[in-house]
């Protein structure tokens, strides 16, 4: 398994950035500003956890997805 975490612009808040969570290759997940926090949004969430110990923590899994959304190609630099 590899989980990987892409830094992306917000689709809506133009001056925000997002965290676009891919596990196998695949999208799962978006992290992104709250005003109550942080908002994780997937459609493949399968069960979210409190750990206790040793500090709490908040453990999310998710349901492995289909292989519909590659991954995309990370941004290169132009070069004049």
């Not at 989980?3 to 133009?14: K, S, Y």
């Not at 997937?42 to 709490?56: A, N, Q």
Request: charged fraction near 20%; glycine fraction near 2%.
């Amino acid at each position: 398994m590899t989980v990987r975490f892409r830094l992306a612009p917000h689709a809506v808040e133009p001056n925000q950035q997002v965290v676009e969570c891919w596990y196998d290759g695949q999208f799962v997940a978006c992290i992104y500003p709250h005003h109550q926090g942080l908002r994780i949004i997937s459609k493949h969430t399968k069960d979210v956890t409190i750990d206790t110990l040793p500090r709490e923590a908040t453990i999310i899994t998710f349901h492995h997805p289909p292989t519909a959304s590659p991954e995309p190609a990370p941004a290169t630099e132009h070069q004049p």
